[in-house]
């Protein structure tokens, strides 16, 4: 429910299924993140056409996005069968992404295995949430509700379930596909478990918890790391075997650093965002990169 002035909001409907796709593509940044981009609309590709495309500038992948005013369709095909149109006609997205946006990107520089598909929709029934409850189905779902005076909100629908998701589909998706093509749902246990040090993961999910308790932040997990966002990122977490390196995002010159704690790599190639960074080696460093952690969150906090 939303209450303005004192007053109990009635809920209105999107009168057609195109209402709904026009106000998420004139809004992708702000629902999504400021590092997402509007494309097209209306993206034919071979026997399909796709609602809206979006793109992902931090990542360099793709973004298939459906809007729905049913609730009686099934979403794990259709997204199921995006998914694999991308990954086998990948040139088509890239040659009208740099057609749009005046780029010159080829095959090797997008990312597929990061791509996804997200629907919006007023409704959802049980079976498209429980179906579309999986770790590593590569699919967002987000509700979004009209009230009187025009006012839109929206949630994302959150996974609730650790089981993945098998089915011949999703295994024709990723089979005999090079590495960077298999599509995947990255979590955070992807990054623990790869080296397995339980020191290491220890001193992640402390800081995990602090950083948390900062404010309203969600984790977004990424290839190479996990990401801790407000409108922004604030922190960015990369895994090694004997350590963790923070990235703060925050610009060279923002921030007072008068023991020199950080590490400026504002002129040195890295993963995460931000010209600032920290290794913790052990529990005690989390305390001298939590101030600069809450300096990023005032910055880039929802």
Do not use: W
């Amino acid at each position: 429910m939303l209450i303005k002035n004192d007053k109990l909001l009635k809920q209105s409907e999107f009168k057609l299924e195109k209402d709904i796709q026009t106000f998420v593509e004139n809004h992708i940044p702000d629902i999504l993140g400021e590092e997402y981009e509007f494309v097209c609309t209306e993206f034919p590709v071979g026997d399909f056409r796709i609602d809206s495309l979006a793109f992902n500038k931090e990542t360099k992948s793709f973004i298939i996005i459906e809007d729905k005013k049913v609730e009686n369709k099934s979403l794990v095909d259709q997204g199921l069968t995006y998914l694999k149109l991308l990954r086998d006609r990948k040139a088509d997205f890239i040659l009208k992404y740099n057609e749009i946006k005046h780029t010159n990107y080829n095959v090797n520089d997008i990312d597929i295995s990061q791509s996804k598909v997200i629907f919006f929709s007023p409704y959802y029934n049980k079976y498209q949430i429980y179906s579309s409850d999986y770790q590593n189905i590569p699919f967002d779902l987000y509700k979004v509700t009209k009230y009187e005076d025009d006012i839109i909100d929206i949630e994302k629908i959150e996974r609730s379930s650790k089981e993945k998701f098998n089915n011949e589909i999703f295994k024709e998706l990723n089979t005999n596909s090079k590495s960077n093509e298999e599509i995947k749902v990255y979590t955070e246990d992807d990054h623990k478990n790869y080296y397995g040090v339980e020191k290491i993961n220890e001193i992640y999910e402390n800081l995990k918890d602090e950083i948390l308790e900062l404010g309203d932040i969600d984790i977004d997990v990424k290839k190479v790391y996990i990401a801790f966002k407000g409108r922004r990122n604030i922190a960015d977490v990369e895994f090694y075997k004997n350590h963790i390196t923070v990235f703060v995002n925050v610009k060279r010159g923002t921030i007072e650093d008068p023991l020199n704690v950080l590490s400026d790599i504002s002129n040195i190639g890295h993963h995460g965002n931000g010209d600032y960074c920290l290794d913790l080696y052990k529990m005690e460093d989390i305390d001298k990169i939590i101030p600069f952690i809450k300096k990023s969150y005032e910055i880039n906090k929802k």
